[in-house]
């Protein structure tokens, strides 16, 4: 029931008439609505007197009343067999505002235990766990008054009494017991255990044996042939209204507060048990949300898993085939002391992808299994290096919980963790957060990693070195297994790293390889002959020795075979000319099976078979080619043909490339080697490379030009956000074909090794260019802008000063100022881009009519562009000090945030954060070879660090900088000071060696310049001119210049052998 429900008048003295076989303990009756009720006492059979204190019987009834009843006195029965009461009903629309008070209780006790639950502070729970007890309690009780009133505050008092005072208070007294009682019964008796229940009930019975006792006094006081018994009865009642019935009734009421007790506790002690159970329970929920929510800023390629959408029909090994190998990668990997990586090297064809396939779900079966990522050259994410570890790092995160908290720094520490180099990105989501652990495990966590070669060549041997340092992971044990084609970058990775062993698939024995490849074939022939009701005999064992000899030791050989074979409308007519194939070429060994795959697409007529070789040239020719691939519907836009013309050329090679029977999926070769082969085979079937890059990059140029335009995706506002487009807005106005053409089309203009000018370029730019830049904000990746149209003008440098250099120029000075903001806002580019871009800009001119003529009058900006390139934005505070590496490439600085950043010079992208000073880094500079980057710091040290893998090499203590007036040289190696500098009165701030290392210069507070011999001490010469502190120095490249920078906005240019110098002022202050 609940507060708002309709109620009738209980009759507690009367009983419910029931038929012959009943019960005749029952509960009480319920008044029929608007009537009255007689006890069904006068029609029950007589029981013998009971004496008042007799006790109830041990088996507790369920009807209490009727138990009570029984207790009575004969003359209190008969005089309350003649009652009548009446009854009526009464609505309780509203609930008490104490209820809702008290929800308001349990809800902050609630919000109060979530927030400090992690503290794990077990007196807290105690404490929740009370305050939700005594508010339960409470509010049940409210909860009962309301809702099981069985008189509804003296509905039933007597209708002559109801003027006297006595009356009116023993109604209003009654009203609240018998609901107490009420709710007691129906919340406690009939829901306790069985020992309280006997004792509950007792109590129960006693406390409604007094009222009833009272209650037959009333009616001796309102019975006027009572005579002088009604002056007695009165006279006790208005001199005594209510003191026999409160002892009795508190007396028993006392007696149920206990025996309920333990009832109440233990029940709401479950019940706020389950409460805080339900708070824990949401508050994991939400931590398991949150770190998914996170994880999901990690960039990973979904594609490279083992169990892929993409790859859901590559194989996996046979039973009874590769046992020996793969029984040696489980030893190795479940061995506590092996190597931390086994590389598994093959030629092409040899079986690594299956070998892997199958390795993954090996331990994925004995839950050993930490991630997988699948190269394959040729599609998108699958073939960049940058995907690699936060691939893997989500994988081992949903494998290893623990190692969530690591992993969720390093993303809230930097979001952008997955744009940073592949040492940033391994060093702060895998090796990091793998040191972090406590609980070490006894199992292995196998990593399986397939076609290492498939990817840009300068990346593998940095992989392999980071990778190689999961051997120093010691409470999670990390086995990586890793396949590719012994290439040199490989080769070469692995030679710098001892922690792995390898095994060539070239050096199995023959008779192993054989048997392997035949025990594939019987199982392939075996499908095929079910599939095409083809008898049991075919096709031999003389047909299958061939085959396999033809095969070994190319495990892809035999695939592709049984693919073609399979395909056909003949099977057996396949295999007949693929053998006859065999006979009749002289090609190598992957020619013999792609030439009769091949061959199917030539018809008898010449003129016929030469139009459909152009047509593959220019469909299959181009899917080989491609830097991610195209789906059928994306394909038939992208080249401009028929769909029909497309799907006809594709049909015959489902054998060596994967078509989809969904149009919308990519096309996607199936083994690298098919694209090798027709890129180097002298057959008809040859595929021009550069000649295809070129007519892919046309391609690209006609899409764009076709599907590009301002605000492509229709947003009502030119200052929305880009996190807040939905990717599906995006994906729609940008399809797959126009994506790809903005990202590639001069990746395959480079490729295509032709002149510039053969290209429509400029006309696309001046018409598109910032619909180009507004779309690559976009797709996310805008600061890839810059890197291709530095490409671009590379591939004009010859053309200098020519219309489309001049245009180049002042793009990429556009791109490079507004990358940032257009990557945050896209559309500001049309706005802010062009308002603050300076008047005689190239851009600004060219696209004036795309300035709002509402902002009125445009902000003064400069003439043209200024010296200044970019703006690199995401030190916490002031910088100190930069530096370039030797190359140019790397910008170093270092910040009073206690950290260094490398940047790059080209894109203005942070490439990683040092971290490791305790103070701030006042100096940085890299050692001549670019490896080594050196850090000062106001805390009194030099660290040393390794600029590809972010190391730090070693700390340099004992000095104190420029605030102890003396300069210090140190030897790298021994850590050792080998000299020091006295004789200055100020403090140092920047020293510097001459290019051919004999002399050192430094600048102090006491605004002089020193130079000093390396190799005696001495000083050679005091340069003195400054007005203020030196805070900067630096040679030129022949050591006939020193540059000075000073505190006062200067720049001064020293004449070392005359010590004269000349100024540069500066505008502005320098950044220090």
């Known amino acids: 029931m609940t507060s708002r429900s309709r109620f009738r008048i209980h009759n507690p003295f009367h009983r419910r008439k029931r038929p012959g076989n009943a019960d005749p303990q029952t509960d009480m009756v319920e008044a029929e609505e608007g009537g009255t009720a ?140 018998l609901a107490h009682c009420a709710y007691v019964e129906d919340k406690f008796y009939t829901n306790s255990n069985g020992k309280i229940t006997g004792d509950l009930g007792n109590a129960i019975i006693r406390l409604y044996r007094a009222i009833l006792q009272y209650a037959a006094q009333i009616r001796t006081a309102q019975d006027p042939s009572m005579g002088r018994k009604l002056l007695d009865c009165v006279t006790a009642i208005t001199e005594h209204p209510l003191t026999e019935l409160n002892a009795s009734v508190e007396k028993e009421r006392d007696n149920i507060t206990r025996w309920i007790g333990l009832v109440q506790y233990l029940h709401h002690e479950e019940k706020a048990n389950n409460i805080l159970q339900r708070i824990d329970e949401l508050r994991e929920s939400m931590k398991l949300l949150t770190e998914q929510f996170n994880l999901v800023n990690l960039s990973i390629a979904k594609g490279a898993f083992y169990d892929s959408y993409a790859d859901q029909h590559e194989g996996f090994c046979l039973p009874n085939t590769r046992t020996r190998l793969r029984s040696q990668i489980t030893d190795w990997a479940e061995s506590a002391d092996g190597k931390c990586i086994f590389w598994l090297k093959g030629m092409a064809g040899t079986g690594k992808s299956t070998i892997a396939r199958t390795v993954a779900q090996t331990f994925k079966e004995k839950q050993q299994l930490g991630a997988t990522f699948f190269f394959k050259k040729g599609e998108q994410n699958r073939a960049d290096a940058k995907y690699l570890i936060p691939t893997i790092t989500k994988q081992l995160v949903t494998r290893h919980r623990q190692l969530a908290p690591g992993v969720l720094k390093a993303i809230k520490d930097d979001p952008d963790i997955s744009a940073k180099s592949l040492t940033g990105q391994f060093d702060k989501l895998l090796l990091q957060p793998l040191q972090g652990l406590s609980s070490s495990e006894s199992t292995s966590t196998v990593i399986v990693i397939d076609a290492l070669d498939e990817r840009q060549k300068e990346d593998i041997p940095i992989i392999i070195n980071l990778l190689s340092q999961l051997q120093e992971s010691k409470v999670l044990r990390v086995r990586i297994f890793l396949t590719s084609r012994p290439e040199l970058p490989v080769r070469l990775g692995f030679k710098q790293s001892d922690g792995h062993q390898d095994l060539d698939l070239y050096e199995l024995p023959n008779p192993v390889i054989e048997h392997d490849i035949r025990v594939f074939l019987k199982e392939r022939f075996s499908i095929i002959r079910k599939s095409r009701e083809i008898t049991d ?3 031999g064992n003389d047909t299958l020795d061939t085959l396999v000899l033809m095969a070994v030791p190319l495990f892809i050989f035999a695939a592709t075979a049984c693919r073609f074979i399979k395909d056909g409308r003949h099977p057996e007519r396949r295999l007949k000319e693929l053998l006859e194939a065999q006979a009749a070429t002289s090609e190598p060994q992957m020619g013999k099976i792609y030439q009769p795959v091949l061959s199917q697409l030539l018809t008898d007529n010449d003129h016929e078979s030469k139009e459909l070789l152009q047509e593959f040239r220019d469909i299959v020719g181009v899917i080989i080619n491609l830097a991610t691939p ?78 590009l335009k301002r605000n492509i995706c229709g947003l009502s506002s030119y200052g929305t956000q880009r996190d807040n487009i939905n990717s599906q807005t995006i994906n729609h106005h940008l399809p797959a074909v126009l994506q790809y053409s903005c990202r590639y089309w001069v990746h395959h203009l480079q490729q295509s090794r032709h002149c510039i000018s053969e290209f429509p370029i400029l006309p696309f730019l001046k018409t598109h260019f910032l619909h180009w830049f507004e779309a690559l904000c976009l797709m996310g990746i805008a600061s890839e802008a810059v890197g291709m149209i530095e490409t671009l003008q590379a591939l004009v440098a010859k053309n200098a000063n020519t219309e489309i250099s001049k245009f180049l120029y002042d793009a990429r000075r556009f791109t490079l100022r507004n990358a940032f903001m257009t990557s945050t806002v896209p559309l500001q580019l049309y706005y802010s881009g ?30 043209t562009w200024s010296s200044n390139l970019q703006t690199l934005m995401g030190h916490s505070n002031s910088v100190h000090s930069v530096a370039f590496s030797s190359d140019g490439s790397t910008l170093a600085s270092g910040s009073s945030d206690d950290t260094i950043k490398l940047w790059d010079v080209e894109t203005g992208k942070e490439l990683q954060t040092l971290m490791g000073h305790s103070g701030s880094v006042k100096s940085v500079a890299f050692s001549s070879n670019g490896l080594t980057l050196a850090s000062g710091s106001s805390d009194h040290t030099i660290k040393l660090w390794d600029v590809e893998t972010s190391k730090e090499l070693q700390t340099l203590r004992g000095h104190y900088g420029s605030f102890d007036m003396l300069v210090k040289l140190w030897d790298v190696q021994t850590d050792k000071v ?36 390396i190799e005696t001490d001495e000083e050679l010469q005091i340069l003195t001119g400054h007005s203020h502190c030196v805070d900067s120095v630096a040679f030129s490249p022949d050591g006939s210049t020193l540059a000075s920078g000073l505190f006062d906005n200067t720049i001064k240019l020293w004449d070392i052998k005359s010590s004269c110098y000349g100024v540069i002022p500066t505008r502005l202050p320098h950044v220090r």
């Not at 308002?835 to 003439?863: G, H, T």
Request: proline residues 7%; charged residues 20%; negative net charge.
């Open 38 to 177: 007689h006890s069904p006492l006068l029609d029950s059979p007589g029981k013998s007197s009971a004496q008042p204190n007799q006790s109830p019987q041990s088996s507790t009834p369920k009807d209490l009343w009727s138990a009570a009843y029984d207790l009575l006195g004969d003359e209190e029965r008969n005089i309350l067999s003649t009652v009548q009461i009446s009854t009526t009903t009464s609505d309780l629309e509203n609930p008490p505002q104490t209820a809702l008070f008290i929800s308001e209780i349990i809800q902050l006790t609630e919000k109060q235990y979530e927030n400090f639950q992690q503290r794990g502070d077990g007196r807290l729970r105690e404490s929740s766990q009370k305050v939700i007890n005594a508010a339960l309690s409470f509010k049940d009780i409210i909860d009962a008054v309301a809702a099981s009133d069985p008189t509804h505050h003296a509905a039933n008092r007597p209708e002559p009494l109801r003027s006297t005072e006595c009356a009116i208070e023993s109604s209003e007294y009654l009203a609240d017991v």
């Open 834 to 863: 062009l308002i603050f871009s300076p008047k005689q800009s190239v851009v600004r001119k060219m696209y004036s009519d795309n300035i709002p003529k509402w902002i009125c009058p445009l902000p003064q900006v400069e003439a």
């Open 537 to 539: 005999d075919w096709p």
């Open 978 to 1013: 080998l000299q020091t500098l006295k004789s200055y009165s100020g403090q140092v701030y920047s020293v510097v060696f001459s290019p051919d290392g004999s002399t050192l210069a430094s600048g102090s507070s006491d605004h002089i310049i020193k130079l000093w011999d």
């Open 630 to 707: 195209l789906s059928v519907d994306s394909l038939t836009e992208f080249l401009d043909l028929p769909k029909r013309t497309i799907t006809d050329v594709l049909d015959p090679l489902h054998s060596v490339l994967n078509i989809h029977s969904d149009p919308v999926v990519p096309v996607r070769i199936l083994h690298l080697s098919f694209r090798e082969y027709l890129l180097t085979t002298e057959t008809k079937f040859h595929v021009d490379e550069q000649e295809t890059h070129h007519k892919i990059a046309l391609h690209c140029l006609r899409v764009m030009n076709d599907r």
